[in-house]
């Protein structure tokens, strides 16, 4: 299994406040059989511009790799949650923020009713910066009532992920499973922050799904995981890579 959202760098953003904790949540997830972790710490156009994101990012990375053992954590790979902004489709900086080595950025929209424009906005940014979106938690928004938008929205090769905690949630399980079974949900997170309120899930998620709808779905999340993750740059070489200026 992998797991397309957390925020598991050491004290980057509201997540993990520090190293000790990065490592909790990465033994965990070990444990729980996670193979691969992306790391998407916020990133807001408002409070930073992407170069001073991705030097915060590099001092978190810096940190984590003093102890990080591939022995006894999980793969990592380095990626971003963007809020969305209008005008998202044009900024060539965002590519920045894509994860590592691979061609897909991870965005999170607003929670107030999403407008055609932003919904054309979101298909855009394939065609004008040759990234591919992924709409991060998707039961967040009014839209899973839509599914013509989100029909719309995966015709045009966007991709969607959603939290663990959909499925985990006794009240939203079978819109969770619904959703799924249709095939409108290609990638999972944990949106892990911390050990205690949120911490890693995934496994949790896992069992409900082959459960209730068998092993064929994990293997269709597996090769979507797979597909999204071709190229990726472990965290091992991510400061070599970026210093390339390949990031
Ligand atoms: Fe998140």
Not at 100 to 113: S, W
Request: charged share 25%; with cysteine.
């Amino acid at each position: 299994m992998f797991d397309f959202h957390s925020h598991i760098l050491p004290n980057v953003d509201d997540g993990s406040k520090n190293l000790e904790e990065s490592l909790e949540l990465l033994a965990s997830s070990f444990k729980q059989n996670i193979e691969a972790i992306v790391a998407t710490p916020h990133f807001s156009p408002e409070a930073e511009d992407p170069e001073t994101f991705l030097k915060r990012r590099v001092e978190a990375t810096k940190k984590l790799l003093t102890a990080y053992d591939n022995s006894v954590h999980p793969k990592v790979y380095l990626g971003a949650e963007v809020a969305y902004y209008p005008g998202i489709k044009c900024s060539e900086k965002i590519k920045a923020l894509r994860i590592l080595g691979t061609k897909h950025i991870l965005i999170e929209l607003p929670f107030y009713k999403w407008s055609n424009n932003m919904i054309d906005e979101i298909i855009e940014i394939k065609k004008r910066l040759g990234l591919v979106p992924i709409i991060a938690h998707i039961e967040r928004y009014g839209i899973v009532r839509h599914k013509d938008i989100l029909h719309k929205l995966i015709s045009q090769g966007v991709l969607i992920q959603s939290n663990a905690s959909f499925f985990i949630n006794k009240r939203t399980r079978r819109k969770a499973l619904k959703i799924l079974s249709l095939g409108q949900i290609q990638l999972l997170g944990s949106d892990m922050h911390n050990l205690e309120q949120r911490p890693q899930n995934l496994k949790m998620a896992e069992d409900i799904i082959r459960e209730n709808l068998g092993n064929s779905v994990l293997k269709r999340l597996r090769f979507f995981g797979n597909e999204v993750l071709q190229g990726a740059v472990p965290i091992e070489s991510a400061l070599e890579y970026s210093l390339k200026g390949e990031a």
